[in-house]
DNA sequence: GCCGTTTTCGGCCCGACTGTTTTCAGTCG
């Protein structure tokens, strides 16, 4: 579980305790709020919390922002474990099956007397199977299957999965349902339209003028394994591979309400509401109340729009100051695929003893598909030589003879007129070692176009240590591009420590590149990250970081995550063309 | 407990679905 998970639940936990003795459903609320706040976050809460800024979380205020620090500096909170004495712990165990909240879960171990967290499911199992459960009131024989049910897919938190592997999910739902002449649409929703880098649930979408039959008929795929919930207008359904997905259907008439309400995210649709009762109107998946009048739109433009609104892109609805720039109208014309024009990282099939993995295609295959995507120039940048076990001598010849062999290859289909990508660059992605100098001696560099330069080892350096390797490694004149900055994979590494104000500062004076690793896996620079650039006019590049011809299609990932982190098309320089590129990069 | 373009008090997002209920509570997103 990640410090976010931990801490949103332990709020969570609060909050029960809260509507179980007090009845305090407000204060439930506030508490709910603050974990939902928390469990949204991209970045660590306890990074916030290091830098003074717990504050800034919307939902958490005065009195959390205290508990929080006590939390954070101790490891537990007086007050919380005061207050929580005051029913037994089982139920906070209990609390985290599905179906099962605040109020069944008390009942529960308020009956049975179960104060122990960790026994307190098996307990449970216990009583279910003696069939003693009946004995607490309100649970007969339906809500006991459902129990029973819920606890055989009970198991430990598993990782949400990546925005990539949930896309591909999700179309082949959506293939099946256009299927049905009763379906005209079908679209991702939820984390999936807003493109987080991890989608836990997929929701999907689909309008028709029967909700009834067509929602028999999405309830028919094939790959379904159990039906969770079944309505007309809303199901959920455990796919075989043990994915969850919830389906909406809605008319064509109210196609853009039920767009804006699924997409959501939650708190950037409970602001919206609250923003539009100040006006005298209330919203839903149905459209907008006015004096008792319901008013409908086919699409989301509308719908904003009517609230005075400007357009808010998907990417953007995270309840971070979005719908105070649409108000005053300063939402950002957003970086677009189509503005991209190359990609300056990308690993190619030239063997010798690298450093790490080499690419899996040879040239002719990347051009093939960069000139698919109408690119007008590509940057190959191979890891480098082994750093030891090499000499000098042979890693000077291993980056000539690379050359020639990449020159060669792009010579022999300059003439054909499909592969036409205008420009070749070849550079290197060139380790930061621990201390901040470089796996490659100068005049090795000096064969090269352009150097990324990357940590590949030694994450867990301290904050310090990393900013002064960072930047020691962008002052060398040859390093233009910071690669996958943070060194994070989504779901095995933690992203780097380090004084990113200090270093996008010194990006920003010595015209230093951040790069976008567009990359599934990785998505580095994280979107909170990207703002941060942004707003200090620091330039960016979405690079694919491609081992194969295929990955160059990754360059799409990059671009939402770019835009989720409020990128226009001028903070990209892979948007510019060859001649204002190289003027950039200094080459 | 949070929050503010009617601000420091007095409100607090909206609705679907389910089960156990005779009109609603609990849970979820």
């Known amino acids: 579980m990640t410090i976010n998970q931990k801490t949103a639940q332990l709020l969570k936990r609060v909050a029960a305790v809260f509507w179980i003795s007090e009845g305090d459903t407000f204060r439930y609320r506030a508490y709910i709020n603050a974990a939902v706040a928390v469990d949204n976050l991209t970045v660590p809460i306890a990074d916030i919390w290091e830098q003074g800024k717990l504050d800034s979380v919307p939902g958490i205020g005065e009195k959390l922002v205290s508990y929080l620090d006590e939390y954070f500096s101790t490891g537990k909170v007086r007050h919380f474990d005061s207050i929580m004495k005051r029913v037994p712990s089982g139920m906070f165990s209990l609390m985290e099956i599905r179906g099962i909240g605040p109020a069944k879960s008390y009942k529960i171990a308020n009956k049975f007397q179960l104060d ?278 042979k890693k000077v010849e291993i980056l000539k003879n690379r050359r020639k062999y990449l020159e060669n290859e792009y010579k022999e289909c300059e003439n054909d007129v499909k592969l036409r990508v205008k420009y070749l660059l070849i550079g290197m992605e060139v380790d930061i070692r621990p201390d901040g100098s470089l796996a490659l001696s100068d005049s090795a560099l000096s064969l090269l176009d352009y150097v990324i330069a990357s940590i590949h080892s030694s994450f867990d350096l301290t904050i310090e240590a990393n900013t002064r390797r960072i930047i020691n490694a962008l002052s060398h004149p040859k390093v233009k591009i910071l690669g996958h900055p943070t060194s994070r994979e989504i779901n095995k590494r933690e992203s780097i420590k380090a004084d990113w104000d200090k270093i996008f500062d010194f990006c920003f004076k010595n015209n230093k590149i951040l790069e976008i690793n567009a990359s599934p896996t990785r998505l580095d620079l994280p979107d909170d990250l990207i703002q941060k650039a942004v707003s200090k006019g620091v330039k960016m590049i979405v690079n694919t970081d491609s081992h194969s011809s295929e990955q160059l299609q990754n360059m799409q990932y990059g671009v939402w995550h770019a835009r989720r982190g409020y990128a226009k098309k001028k903070d990209i320089i892979n948007t510019l063309d060859f001649k204002n590129l190289r003027q950039v990069l200094e080459l």
């Not at 049910?149 to 598993?158: A, C, E, G, I, P």
């Not at 990546?162 to 293939?175: K, S």
């Not at 349902?177 to 836990?200: D, F, M, N, Q, V």
């Open 116 to 393: 122990n967290q960790d026994t307190a499911i098996s307990d449970l199992k216990k009583i279910l199977s003696k069939g003693e459960l009946f004995k607490v009131a309100g649970f007969k024989e339906k809500s006991i299957r459902n129990l029973k049910k819920s606890l055989r897919s009970h198991k430990t938190k598993s990782n949400r999965m990546l925005l990539a592997q949930a896309l591909e999910i999700a179309g082949e739902y959506i293939t099946y349902l256009h299927k049905s002449p009763l379906i005209s649409k079908a679209e991702p929703l939820g984390s999936l339209r807003r493109k987080l880098p991890t989608i836990g649930d997929i929701d999907i979408a689909f309008c028709s003028h029967n909700s009834r039959e067509s929602m028999q008929y999405a309830l028919k795929y094939p790959k379904i394994k159990t039906v969770i919930l079944k309505g007309d207008k809303v199901a959920r359904v455990r796919l075989e591979n043990g994915i969850s997905v919830d389906l909406k259907s809605s008319d064509v008439k109210m196609w853009g309400s039920l767009l804006q309400h699924y997409t959501g995210s939650k708190l950037h649709n409970i602001q919206l509401r609250k923003y539009a009762l100040e006006k005298g109107l209330s919203l839903s998946e149905y459209g907008i109340k006015k004096d008792g009048k319901i008013y409908r739109f086919k699409t989301e433009l509308s719908f904003y729009n009517f609230l005075g609104l400007e357009y808010i892109p998907p990417e953007l609805r995270e309840s971070t100051g979005e719908i105070e720039l649409s108000r005053s109208k300063k939402i950002p014309k957003l970086v677009k695929l189509s503005d991209i024009r190359g990609d300056l990282h990308i690993h190619s099939d030239f063997v010798y003893p690298s450093s790490h993995d080499h690419g899996s295609n040879p040239l002719t295959e990347i051009l093939n598909q960069a000139s698919l995507q109408g690119y007008e120039y590509i940057g190959i940048s191979d890891h480098n030589p082994k750093f030891q076990g090499l000499k000098e001598s």
